[in-house]
Nanobody, 116 residues
Framework: QVQLVESGGGLVQPGGSLRLSCAAS????????MGWYRQAPGKQRELVAS???????NYADSVKGRFTISRDNAKNTVYLQMNSLKPEDTAVYYC??????????WGQGTQVTVSS
């Protein structure tokens, strides 16, 4: 049974930083592409960043230069370092695990609120 547990969300002022973590279990973590998605109220869920099993990364244009995704295969954990946060980054952030022919698995989400 796949389980993805996010942590690290919270309230932060504009310009601040947060680091999200997603601990995975029930999968051979190192073989999965891991991703962070977000969904703001009234908007569709969108990809924020992803990292392949080989370490290749991809970012949404809106977060390039501010966010960094990384993974620790020894800890079965993927991280999202978020710097220079803006109010428009406010959303529920979801962890995703994907592998060809195995579909997608999702975490429960963690709220990130950027406000003064």
């Amino acid at each position: 049974q796949v389980q993805l547990v996010e942590s690290g969300g919270g309230l932060v002022q504009p310009g601040g930083s947060l680091r999200l973590s997603c601990a995975a279990s029930g999968i051979l973590f190192s073989t999965y592409t891991m991703g962070w998605y977000r969904q703001a109220p009234g908007k569709q869920r969108e990809l924020v960043a992803s990292i392949t099993s080989g370490g290749m990364t991809n970012y949404a244009d809106s977060v390039k230069g501010r966010f960094t995704i990384s993974r620790d295969n020894a800890k079965n954990t993927v991280y999202l370092q978020m710097n220079s946060l803006k109010p428009e980054d406010t959303a529920v952030y979801y962890c995703n695990a994907a592998r060809t022919f195995d579909g997608n698995s999702w975490g429960q989400g963690t709220q990130v609120t950027v406000s003064s």
